[in-house]
């Protein structure tokens, strides 16, 4: 997993994330370990989701790394360049490469060998064995915008998640990270509120939530009125080359006051360096456990992948943060 990979400033960054992954992806081999596919949360492309941006940003750094890449799509994905006189819509490239009925390859690839990726919307749910990964689009303000019909639909997909929690992790990643202790753009609290309503209508917690937005790695925990913790985990420092500093503690412009924030804690951060979200949900005879490995890619003077692993977390689906194991902070 990671968010906002793309940016045409500084592109060494974005391909030092990219030839990392793909090392990973490459060396581990058939066994178990080896990642089934990569999961993006957004911001493809940048600044506008033009679909030129595609190669020099995403296809041309991701060439080599041959599993499924799934999407979000970021608040750049969809904006539009309003002086673009071929009047582009929103999306348009986006789902041309990540939304089709069947893969193949695409116009704007320049060969890459990658074909477009079959997902049927922008927001969808991705069903998997042992998780129901609901997959949500949070569109083009800086805080985040959830339409009624979205809603609603997600209401009605959490309802159906939870009919089978029992076997299966709930999972939910959109763009806009709800929670955030960066200068830069800060927790949604849109999007706090959307999920918190839409969690109590459909009487269901996920097991964690994932997002991008911010350029950065921040896992949060949210203990819940019935007792249960949500991970919040933020990984978007996935090579655009601007990264985001975390708030000192009581800095005074950037309050953490709110009474949306009560009961969450940041449980670590990196904001210094580049990096990716390995995640793993294996199934034993105690039920789910979800694992996750957070790497940073060190910032040499080559594109040699070097991921250096900074944060590692275990814990079994459905239970709380104090059952969590073997937690490594550096």
Same mark, same amino acid.
């Given at each position: 997993m990671a968010?906002?990979?793309?940016?045409?400033?500084?592109?060494? /960054?974005?391909?030092?994330?990219?030839?990392?992954? =793909?090392?990973?992806w490459?060396?581990?081999?058939?066994?178990?370990?080896?990642?089934?596919?990569?999961?993006?949360?957004?911001?493809?492309v940048?600044n /506008?989701?033009?679909?030129?941006?595609y /190669?020099?940003q995403?296809?041309?750094?991701y060439r080599?790394?041959r599993?499924? =890449?799934?999407?979000?799509?970021?608040?750049?994905?969809?904006d539009?360049?309003?002086? #673009?006189?071929? +009047?582009?819509?929103?999306?348009?490239?986006?789902?041309?490469v990540?939304?089709?009925?069947?893969?193949?390859?695409?116009?704007?690839?320049?060969?890459?060998?990658?074909?477009s990726?079959?997902q049927?919307?922008?927001y969808?749910?991705?069903?998997?064995p042992?998780?129901n990964i609901i997959?949500?689009y949070s569109?083009?303000?800086?805080?985040g915008?959830i339409?009624?019909e979205?809603?609603?639909?997600?209401?009605d997909?959490?309802?159906?998640?939870?009919e089978?929690?029992a076997?299966?992790?709930?999972?939910?990643?959109?763009? %806009?990270?709800?929670?955030s202790?960066?200068?830069?753009?800060?927790?949604?609290?849109?999007?706090?509120?959307?999920l &918190?309503?839409?969690?109590?209508?459909?009487?269901?917690l996920?097991?964690?939530?994932f997002?991008g937005?911010?350029?950065?790695y921040?896992?949060?925990?949210?203990?819940?009125?019935?007792?249960?913790?949500?991970?919040?985990i933020?990984? +978007?420092?996935?090579?655009y080359a601007d990264l985001?500093?975390?708030?000192a503690p009581g800095?005074?412009d950037?309050? #953490?006051?709110?009474?949306?924030?009560d &009961?969450?804690?940041?449980? @670590? /951060?990196?904001d210094?360096? %580049?990096?990716?979200?390995?995640?793993?949900?294996?199934?034993?005879k105690n039920g789910?456990?979800?694992s996750?490995?957070?790497?940073i890619?060190?910032?040499? #003077?080559?594109n040699?992948?070097?991921p250096?692993?900074f #944060?590692s977390?275990?814990?079994?689906?459905g239970?709380?943060?104090?059952?969590w194991?073997d937690? @490594?902070?550096?």
């Amino acid at each position: 997993m990671a968010g906002d990979t793309g940016g045409l400033v500084l592109p060494v /960054y974005k391909h030092r994330v990219a030839n990392a992954m =793909i090392s990973q992806w490459a060396e581990n081999g058939p066994a178990p370990g080896k990642p089934v596919f990569f999961f993006h949360l957004g911001d493809v492309v940048y600044n /506008y989701g033009a679909a030129d941006e595609y /190669y020099p940003q995403f296809f041309e750094p991701y060439r080599y790394y041959r599993g499924p =890449i799934f999407a979000i799509p970021g608040n750049h994905d969809a904006d539009v360049d309003p002086f #673009d006189p071929e +009047g582009v819509k929103s999306l348009d490239a986006f789902m041309n490469v990540f939304c089709d009925q069947a893969p193949r390859p695409l116009p704007f690839d320049r060969n890459s060998g990658r074909k477009s990726n079959i997902q049927p919307n922008v927001y969808f749910t991705l069903n998997t064995p042992l998780a129901n990964i609901i997959c949500l689009y949070s569109n083009v303000p800086r805080f985040g915008a959830i339409s009624a019909e979205q809603r609603a639909w997600f209401i009605d997909e959490l309802k159906t998640a939870r009919e089978n929690k029992a076997e299966k992790a709930l999972i939910v990643c959109l763009h %806009h990270a709800p929670y955030s202790a960066d200068t830069n753009h800060g927790s949604s609290a849109h999007m706090q509120l959307f999920l &918190n309503s839409a969690f109590d209508e459909a009487g269901v917690l996920p097991d964690v939530v994932f997002s991008g937005h911010v350029h950065n790695y921040q896992r949060f925990s949210k203990l819940y009125p019935n007792g249960k913790t949500v991970p919040f985990i933020v990984a +978007g420092a996935g090579g655009y080359a601007d990264l985001h500093k975390i708030a000192a503690p009581g800095d005074p412009d950037f309050p #953490d006051d709110s009474p949306l924030l009560d &009961n969450v804690h940041l449980e @670590n /951060y990196c904001d210094h360096t %580049h990096g990716f979200l390995k995640t793993t949900l294996e199934k034993n005879k105690n039920g789910l456990t979800f694992s996750g490995v957070y790497y940073i890619v060190s910032n040499n #003077d080559n594109n040699i992948p070097a991921p250096v692993e900074f #944060d590692s977390f275990e814990f079994a689906i459905g239970n709380r943060p104090a059952e969590w194991k073997d937690a @490594n902070i550096r």
